[in-house]
């Protein structure tokens, strides 16, 4: 080989295909100087230019298989770390998904295009002084009588020589005229300086003062501080005990040390007060990875992390892929929560995914809640995670009174005919309630009201048959929606005008039944025409800011009744709300999952826990059917611990988690026949699989129809796999993936693998 031939060598590229392999391509000396494990490399796949990472340098040449050259290698630096693309090996691994899928996690959006564009960036218009300054006798001739210039020339001056266009124009009312005739007479020279795109600078900060810590928050912040590496905490701190606290100066030792960290949120858009006291504690140091953020805001925020402008990245679930180096913490708020896991390919959940990546960074993880996951209690009380406890509210703070109102006594009967005649009002909102509502509306103090369920009516049900109006994908019932009037399917979005006669018998009598959020608001609002109603849930928060706007609102004052769905169950903190009202605690309680009473337990307890957060105190009212259910009376009591007692002993036989791992393998297809079919042939594969002994220790629960058994007007199958041992579990998935080849299968016959299923719907 002479010098000036180019040498091929061989790489591995993961490409964003559902395929379970990379692909092996060459490169020529420029490429191979520029790449490295983690950069992104464009190559012809399939007649298309498609662009991949480098997972592997120095690949082999599979036997049989023809080599491409690869196209294109765009930049200069890996734009994935090698410790990112570990991570999203392990992901693709674990949770069986393909690896340049799993890769694209550690992707921003504007880096994802096959023709591998430089994104652009924001730039803004900067004025400078140009030369020396003139003395005040030259500075009259120079302007003479164009006393604006002047002015315009000295207010630059006064801003130490340069400043931007726009704040000469929109904050000190200079005209473009003015500012261009100084640039004219060669006064000022105009640059261009890159802006991060960052919504949030418009947001004000609230600069709260330093906050000396409880003895218990400074135990909790002293364990972590002194912690050697990869250790997990868990933080168990009641509602309203000072977490943010907590987390904020671990955040102050990470940063000291000169490291990075990551701060996980359920939602960010839910949680617009505990970003505020980040951004009021570091300020712009921290990039907020905001789902309403734009490709081009969140290319710029990951640009800052990766070069390590910012340090700390706050954010949902994705965010536990910010671009950090030198990690030093990662925090997961809320960790019970169930938005951690991803509900699409890959289906990570975030909490593991934190643990793994600081794990191997030597970093230490932080799991904190009110009402942990029973995983995270297990792992806890095992030992493998460190307990942490904050157990009461600070500044002397009482969780608040809790207090039942049975709903099965009061309207015994149900369908109307022997009851009493009370008002939808009466039958929603019970005696007790009104008179506390009414109470906080004397004394200028807020309420919140939870209502798990949204729409107007939850059914509309025919009263001579029985029948319930239900979607025609979809085996779930349709809820009734005002403004505008219509029954529309929370799954697929199906949308039709109520009908004025029953589907099934033509019966004229249509009685809507179960209240939703807008009924509730209507009803409110009838009631006490006076007040500020805010109502907060998936309808009212369809803009961007939306959520911040109405939380907003309720901190000013201007709202109070704030009306919503278990998105304000969440972190929110007004010192002023002394009243929580519940008015359907029952909602999902009975859902066909096993994970029914642990969310309702955690919704109640969470929800609570806005209550009496300020001097005030406040209390909170349980309106229910089912108040001896054992995620009602331990909310009622606050009681955590016993309620992880009892709820656990429901989850060893059959075993669930936290005693087993679950996978759930879900078949669906157009035709019903079709999806059953597609279920039973690889419940069969699968059985076999075990009867000859190539993985051991799985059990098979079914396959069965899905609870809900149809979504999308597809038909649902699952097969659910049980194992104590994880390792045993990833590889009879693989197994499947990998080898299982339905003989039936077709594009609209689709497998998916759910790994640790946050739900079993
Ligand atoms: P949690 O997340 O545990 O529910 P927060 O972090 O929201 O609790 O804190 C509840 C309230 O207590 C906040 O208003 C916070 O400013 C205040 N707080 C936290 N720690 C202290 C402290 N050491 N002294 C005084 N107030 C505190
Ligand atoms: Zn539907």
């Known amino acids: 080989m002479t010098r000036d031939e180019p040498r091929s060598v061989l790489i591995e590229v993961a490409l964003p295909l559902p395929l379970f392999q990379t692909f092996t391509y060459a490169i020529d000396d420029a490429m191979a100087a520029r790449v490295r494990v983690g950069s992104r490399v464009v190559v012809p796949f399939r007649q298309r230019r498609q662009i991949g990472i480098c997972v592997r340098l120095d690949a082999e040449k599979k036997p049989g298989t023809r080599i491409k050259q690869a196209l294109e290698v765009p930049d200069a630096e890996p734009v994935v770390g090698a410790d990112l693309v570990a991570l999203c090996n392990w992901i693709a691994e674990y949770y069986v998904a393909p690896p340049g899928v799993a890769l694209r996690l550690a992707l921003p959006v504007l880096l994802t295009g096959a023709d591998a564009p430089r994104p652009s960036q924001r730039t803004r218009r900067i004025l400078r002084l140009a030369g ?57 020279v105009a640059e261009a300086e890159v802006v991060a795109r960052d919504p949030f600078l418009s947001r004000r900060i609230v600069q709260t003062p330093r906050l000396s810590p409880t003895d218990a928050q400074l135990n909790a912040i002293e364990e972590m501080s002194a912690a050697d590496g990869a250790e997990t905490f868990l933080l168990h701190g009641v509602t309203g005990s000072g977490k943010t606290l907590v987390y904020i100066e671990l955040l102050r030792a990470v940063l000291s040390r000169g490291k990075s960290a990551i701060v996980l949120v359920p939602e960010i858009a839910l949680t617009p007060q505990t970003v505020d006291r980040f951004r009021g504690a570091f300020g712009d140091s921290i990039a907020v990875l905001h789902s309403a953020l734009s490709d081009g805001e969140r290319y710029d925020a990951w640009l800052a992390l990766k070069r390590g402008e910012k340090r700390i990245a706050v954010g949902a679930r994705s965010a536990v892929f910010a671009p950090v180096s030198d990690l030093g913490a990662i925090i997961v708020d809320e960790e019970h929560e169930a938005s951690y896991k991803q509900g699409e390919a890959p289906r990570y959940h975030a909490r593991e995914v934190a643990i793994m990546r600081a794990h191997a960074a030597g970093a230490l993880v932080v799991l904190g809640s009110a009402t942990p996951s029973l995983e995270s209690w297990v792992n806890a009380a095992a030992g493998k995670y460190r307990l942490l406890r904050l157990p009461d509210r600070v500044a002397g703070g009482k969780l608040p009174k809790v207090e039942i109102v049975n709903l099965r006594s009061r309207f015994s009967g149900g369908n109307g005919a022997s009851a009493p005649p009370y008002s939808d009002y009466d039958r929603t909102i019970s005696a007790e309630l009104d008179e506390a509502l009414h109470a906080r509306l004397a004394r200028k ?4 009201l939870l209502l798990n369920r949204r729409g107007y009516a939850s059914f509309v049900q025919c009263d001579e048959c029985g029948y319930v109006a239900s979607c025609p994908n ?16 929370h799954y697929c979005l199906h949308q039709e005008e109520p009908a004025t006669k029953c589907g099934r018998c033509g019966g004229v009598t249509l009685r809507q039944r179960g209240v939703g959020t807008q009924r509730v608001e209507r009803l409110l609002g009838e009631r006490f025409p006076a007040a500020g109603i805010a109502r907060m849930d998936v ?48 909602v999902g309680i009975n859902l066909p999952d096993f994970r029914a009473s642990e969310r309702c337990f955690q919704l109640l307890s969470q929800v609570a826990g806005r209550a009496g957060r300020g001097p005030k105190g406040g209390s909170v009212i349980i309106q229910t059917r089912v108040p001896e259910h054992h995620a009602v009376v331990h909310a009622l009591t606050h009681d955590y611990d016993t309620f992880v007692h009892a709820e656990i002993e429901g989850r060893r036989e059959p075993a669930y988690p936290p005693f087993v791992r679950l996978a ?23 059985s076999q699989l075990l009867a000859a002994g190539q993985v051991e220790g799985i059990t098979l629960v079914g396959p069965a129809p899905c609870p809900i058994e149809r979504i999308k007007n597809r038909w649902r199958w699952h097969l659910l796999l049980k194992s104590s041992q994880p390792g045993t579990l990833t590889r009879a998935l693989r197994f499947f993936a990998e080898r299982y080849d339905p003989a039936t299968a077709s594009a609209e016959r689709r497998i998916t693998i759910d790994r640790d299923p946050v739900s079993l719907l």
């Open 664 to 686: 759930n393998i879900v078949f669906s297809a157009v035709e019903e026949e079709a999806a059953m079919e597609l279920a039973l042939a690889a419940g069969e594969w699968m």
């Open 445 to 448: 103090e807020q309420s919140i």
């Open 539 to 586: 309808d009212t928060t369809s803009g961007k800011w939306a959520h911040v706007e109405i939380l907003d609102r309720v901190a000013s004052g201007e709202v109070d009744i704030l009306l919503g769905t278990q998105m304000i169950a969440k972190g929110l903190d007004f010192p002023n709300v002394t009243l929580v009202g519940v008015v359907d605690a029952d």
């Open 474 to 489: 979809c085996s779930i019932t349709l809820t009734h929606h005002r403004t505008p009037e219509r029954l529309v399917c």
């Open 132 to 188: 020396e300054a003139p003395s005040l006798i030259e500075r009259d001739a120079i302007f003479g009588r164009a006393k604006q210039q002047r002015a315009l020339f000295e207010a630059i001056e006064a801003l130490g020589g340069s400043t931007s266009a726009e704040h000469l124009r929109d904050q000190l009312g200079f005209s473009p005229a003015v500012i261009s005739a100084l640039e004219k007479r060669g006064l000022v």
